[in-house]
């Protein structure tokens, strides 16, 4: 089937036959992508083909990011519409080509690729002859943070199905994927990528932007529509329709990828001055039944999973907790602003679960945590999927939780210990969470008590103590594990000493296996 022209596109009829319609007669939509995901499904997984030389094959990450967009020739930036496109040069490992267009009336023009678009000299690559390459992916920019500055950087589409995005006084932080597959699996994962985009030029007025994208793999198609809505807290709208070549073992929806390399949870094993160094620091999740639960990340030793099992979730996100310079002292990355990630779940998603990977790593270049949503239903060959969420970019996390419900705003792991005749504190074999809860409803007027359970492991003690200084509770849980080689998981709550109503979030800790 051929790709959308300038003049004309190819919409699937039957099975077997393909005709050509003018533009003049339709609009273009979604339902066109789905026509190319569809036909693509039941023909034959094509490898594509890469395309470039040796010497950007080759380059480092910093060297790669040394290629430099010609800022002056930013698509749309001779027109008056607030947003503007670059695009990414091929280099490294983003060594395929990706097909970009915009519609304008109706209309697709293809996005050619054009050297003159790009600076190679501080590479030395300057002399290179690069006529025959293509876009690797492209960005979106629009004046967010201050209304006359036209430059600021919201989006990204750059790498298989990866995206970003920022708000207002915000730093990327984690990806966003368009569909995950048999992450973690000992099958090995595949990589769905965005092989075409088409974007629909926006009025001068406009503040929201349409993106469509065609997503490729050995087992599926797909086609995806991206609601691009810049502010304070940016959103992505999310339709998609994916279709199976193949079964999918394990099935990754609307997958988040984040980095956690050590926290107050999980110190760092060698001496550092940054007391924490991660894109987010813990997944929450909203049940259906309206309980929020709360798991702090960690850096396994080896590759751990975590499960939850739902029906009809309200949302899942990857957040980062910590937003305090403090909490980090990193002059060059600032954590702090990296933005918290919700995925608002739209319609039905029935039974199924919150699956989280921790992946080890040493370092912080590498994205080691994974989150998504698993449903339970298996999808086999020539199935179907509809897809539909809204991605929230937040520095205020905080803003999504009700009243009534305290958060565990600080996870700090620390040895047990226990405090002598002589006032002395001695270990006493065990280790500990020192966890503090803070919300409105929570005083040193209301008592509380904590509800707590455990598994590969025992309690020592589970002790609650006011805390005054964030005007909340602190709970320091004791305990033992039973075998180091497996992980220990432990759920915490509070709830009111008199009424028992539950009054926080479910903490839910893994000290992971040692």
Sequence with gaps: MS???????CKLLSACSIACISFSSWAFSFNDVVSQAEHLSKQAYVQPSKNIPNELASLQFAD?????FNHPKAYWGDQKSRFKLEFYHEGMYFDTPVKINEIVDNQVHEIKYDPSYFDLSKINLDKLDTKKLGFAGFKVHYPINTPTKTDDEIFTALGGSYFRAVGKDQRYGLSARGLAIDTGEMSGEEFPRFKEFWIEKPEPNQKHLVIYALLDSPSVSGAYKLTLVPSVDTTITVQAKVFFRNSVKKLGIAPLTSMFLFGPNQPSPILNYRPAMHDSNGLSILANNNEWIWRPLNNPKRLSFSSYSLENPKSFGLIQRDKGFDDYQDLDDHYEQRPSVWTEILGNWQKGHVELVEIPTADETNDNIVAFWVPKKQYKAKDSIDINYRLHYTLNEQQRYPDNVARAISTRLSLGDIKQANLIRKLDGSNAYVIDFAGP????????????????????????QYNSAIKGWRVIVRFNVEDNKKATDIRIQLASEKTNEVLSETWSGQYPAQ
């Design 3 to 9: 790709h959308l022209s300038k003049n004309i596109t």
């Design 64 to 68: 790669y990011q040394k290629i430099l």
């Design 441 to 464: 409803q929570l005083s040193e007027q209301i008592p509380v008590k904590v509800i707590s359970s455990i598994n590969n492991g025992s309690i020592v003690s589970c002790d609650a």
